[in-house]
């Protein structure tokens, strides 16, 4: 059965200033760190904040064309987590039927928080996560910090994310 999460907030790593986006479950029991990019983190991030441009940016673009032709996102799965890379699928319906594209899930958190579409996680990708080796180097102290970054998200609250909370 799939987890259904929330946007929690964004951090950043600090080992390698990338952006994190971090799903919780509904429950708070389950957290996923996803490391994402610059741009997508600015994309989720000025959705989070309601942040309105002058002109559209790529993922308002694309929720303005899907509208457009009639599509809808039904929910976002992150489905996958291979050698340190995530999976995700869109769900989409029309009125001829539904479909589903494949999408990085920053791409794919962008577009649901977008659409107001639920976001589901396979338990497996939250199992699989906690097994990330970030810091693949002979430093310990560099793994133990990175492992204990990682526990430290386990334990964080919405309002550990300053302007960036849900």
Known sequence: ????????????????????????????????PVWIGVLEASAIASELEKIQFSRPMTHDLLREILKSLGATIEKVEITDLKENVYYALIQMTTKEGGFTLDARPSDAIAMA??????????????????????????KEGVKEGAKNFLDSLEDMNPGDFGKYKM
């Not at 080992?15 to 029991?29: A, C, Q, R, S, Y």
């Not at 107001?116 to 970030?134: M, N, Q, T, W, Y």
Request: net charge positive; charged share 30%; glycine share 6%.
């Open 1 to 32: 059965m799939l987890l259904k999460m929330k946007v929690s907030g964004l951090t950043i790593d600090p080992f390698t200033n990338v952006p994190i986006v971090i799903l919780k479950d509904m429950d708070e029991k389950n957290t996923l």
């Open 113 to 138: 928080l977008r659409a107001g579409a639920p976001i589901f996680v396979d338990p497996r990708v939250v199992e699989k996560s906690k097994s990330i080796d970030l810091r693949e180097t002979g």
